[in-house]
């Protein structure tokens, strides 16, 4: 694999560069400043200093003016830092240019988060994801990675010749690389696919937990489900999709799958290459929605996530808003969100408070998609009754003499196959 990036191994001194633009809202830039410097202390990279400057226009060669620039350079060679993440995007020319500059390692937020995707991705197909992002992103930025030959070697045209057939054959084994990483991510996907469709054609209910990173989904889903989901305190802790069931008190089975975090400004070919992981909010029955209210940015995070949602168009299935973390939550702030909210669910997965309440709320929410049925099924069909058992909920059951009467809760996909069984009364009605 062709490695475009000569990042030294162990990095020390990172040097945070914030954009407030005229068109974001005012204090924008300070907060993604903030969730910039999380992302890179993620990556166990130590933050020596955090500079926000407003940006009235970009400027081709470095992004920012060239006073502003020099103000960045003087600070790197202050803090002596080794490395400078941009928080906006950089174009492959004002990344070499900042490089030859500074003389130190210079990257954007985009990188970051592919940098934190490759280490925490662990199925075949999050890593094929995550290997096929990088390439593209990595493809326009072969030139970087041999903007060093020419220069050591001087500028006749034979050598140029020479390096020029270097990047002409390292872009191929990038693009042949990246339709060899599409290939076998689209036969893992129906894989994946076929999986979800054998879910769907069974009569359990199911849900994905979406929401914010790092807002309790994982937490949540072990709340719930008794599972041991990876549980961190980082952001994208979990990048592949982990599917649990779930029997809620009335005895219904419900499939819970817990999601990727969304981010603010993520970047397009990541929502692309993880559409089949986001994909489980597009098919399930029901979203949970987790927002985490001991953040201060709380708000934009809901509407961040309601955002993605609508751009995957699952903005129309059933939510249920659950703030987390309440016991984290200031009583006023608490207040506030309630009068906002007043359909949410607060609760704390890691105490277990309103737990309970969001219970209610996945029954309601399930039995919006099933159907309380009496059934008269024949001895011969006990594959049916054992399929009922397996995959439906079975409240009651008795076996006679014309056949095994049963009391269940069913979705719309198995029913085609018991409409003939359906009793016009229950048992009791009959036998009285």
């Keep these: 694999m062709i490695e475009v990036r000569d990042r030294p191994k162990q990095i020390e001194r990172a040097l945070l560069i914030g954009i407030q633009r005229p068109e974001?809202?005012?204090?924008?830039?300070?907060?993604?400043?903030a969730e910039l410097s999380e992302l890179v202390e993620t990556l166990e990279i130590p933050v020596v200093e955090t500079h926000l400057l407003n940006l009235s226009q970009p400027h081709a060669r470095f992004l920012v003016g060239s006073g502003q620039?020099?103000?960045?350079?003087?600070?790197?060679?202050?803090?002596?830092?080794?490395?400078?993440v941009f928080d906006d995007e950089l174009t492959p020319a004002q990344q070499r240019n900042?490089?030859?500059?500074?003389?130190?390692?210079?990257?954007?937020?985009?990188?970051?988060?592919?940098?934190?995707f490759a280490e925490r991705a662990q199925t075949r197909e999050a890593v094929l994801q995550v290997a096929l992002a990088r390439m593209i992103y990595s493809l326009p930025r072969l030139k970087r990675a041999w903007a060093q030959l020419s220069q050591q070697r001087?500028?006749?045209?034979?050598?140029?010749?020479?390096?020029?057939?270097?990047?002409?054959?390292?872009?191929?084994?990038?693009?042949?690389?990246?339709?060899?990483?599409?290939r076998e991510l689209a036969a893992v996907v129906k894989q994946r696919d076929t999986q979800r469709k054998r879910r769907l054609r069974h009569a359990i209910p199911t849900g994905a937990i979406v929401g914010y990173t790092n807002a309790g989904k994982s937490s949540l889903l072990n709340r719930l489900t008794g599972a041991s989901v990876l549980v961190e305190d980082k952001l994208f802790a979990t990048l592949?999709?982990?599917t649990r069931q779930v029997v809620l008190p009335g005895g219904q089975k419900v499939l819970l799958t817990d999601t990727v975090g969304f981010l603010r400004r993520l970047p397009h070919n990541l929502v692309d290459a993880f559409r089949a992981t986001l994909e489980e909010a597009i098919v399930s029955d029901f979203l949970i929605h987790v927002i985490d209210l001991s953040n201060p940015e709380a708000e934009d995070h809901y509407t961040t996530t309601l955002q993605v949602l609508e751009d995957l168009g699952a903005e129309k299935k059933k939510i249920i808003t659950v703030f987390n973390k309440v016991d984290q939550a200031r009583e006023r702030e608490l207040s506030t969100l309630r009068l906002l909210h007043p359909d949410a669910c607060f609760i704390s997965a890691h105490t277990g408070e309103g737990i309970d309440q969001l219970i209610e709320k996945i029954e309601e929410a399930v039995g919006e998609e099933t159907r309380s049925l009496h059934l008269l099924i024949p001895h011969s069909r006990y594959d049916l009754i054992a399929r009922l058992h397996r995959?439906?909920?079975?409240?009651?059951?008795?076996?006679?003499?014309?056949?095994?009467?049963?009391?269940?809760?069913?979705?719309?996909?198995?029913?085609?196959?018991?409409?003939?069984?359906?009793a016009k009364e229950p048992r009791e009605a009959v036998a009285s």
């Design 24 to 33: 974001m809202p005012r204090g924008e830039g300070e907060n993604l400043l």
């Design 69 to 84: 620039a020099k103000r960045i350079l003087d600070l790197a060679k202050e803090t002596e830092a080794d490395i400078i």
């Design 98 to 116: 900042w490089e030859r500059a500074s003389g130190v390692c210079v990257i954007d937020r985009q990188e970051v988060i592919l940098d934190i």
């Design 154 to 182: 001087g500028g006749g045209a034979i050598v140029r010749g020479k390096g020029e057939t270097k990047l002409e054959t390292d872009r191929r084994v990038v693009q042949d690389r990246i339709t060899r990483l599409k």
């Design 240 to 242: 592949d999709p982990t």
């Design 391 to 422: 995959n439906g909920c079975v409240l009651e059951q008795e076996t006679h003499d014309d056949g095994v009467w049963l009391s269940v809760q069913v979705g719309p996909e198995i029913f085609p196959e018991i409409r003939d069984f359906v």
